[in-house]
Nanobody
Framework: QVQLVESGGGLVQAGDSLRLSCAAS????????VGWFRQAPGKEREFVAG????????YSSDSVKGRFTVSRDNAKSMVYLQMNSLKPEDTAVYYC?????????????????WGQGTQVTVSS
């Protein structure tokens, strides 16, 4: 069993930066790949960025590539999402997830565990 708790969201202006944190617990967490997703009102949950368990290879969606960076610190059981050059269209609830499906990080249905989400609002 893995538990995830996100933090770090808030209200910022366009062009600002934020760092989201995801605190994980559970003995098997280090064997999971991790991902960040977001969901805006009336839209489906979409993949933002992820990191594969064994290689620590990272992947991100085209909409955030070059602006957002995912990282993890297994010693602290933490996952981070550094978000730079934020845009109003980045406004959403951001979720941290953990999955044992290491090949399909961008598919939300493969994730076994989710946090409760943290709101990010970017004003223009």
């Amino acid at each position: 069993q893995v538990q995830l708790v996100e933090s770090g969201g808030g209200l910022v202006q366009a062009g600002d930066s934020l760092r989201l944190s995801c605190a994980a617990s559970g003995r098997t967490f280090t064997r999971h790949s991790v991902g960040w997703f977001r969901q805006a009102p009336g839209k489906e949950r979409e993949f933002v960025a992820g990191m594969r368990w064994s290689s620590n290879a990272t992947y991100s969606s085209d909409s955030v590539k070059g602006r957002f960076t995912v990282s993890r610190d297994n010693a602290k059981s933490m996952v981070y999402l550094q978000m730079n050059s934020l845009k109003p269209e980045d406004t959403a609830v951001y979720y941290c997830g953990a999955t044992l499906d290491h090949l399909r990080l961008s598919m939300s249905r493969t994730y076994n565990y989710w946090g409760q989400g943290t709101q990010v609002t970017v004003s223009s």
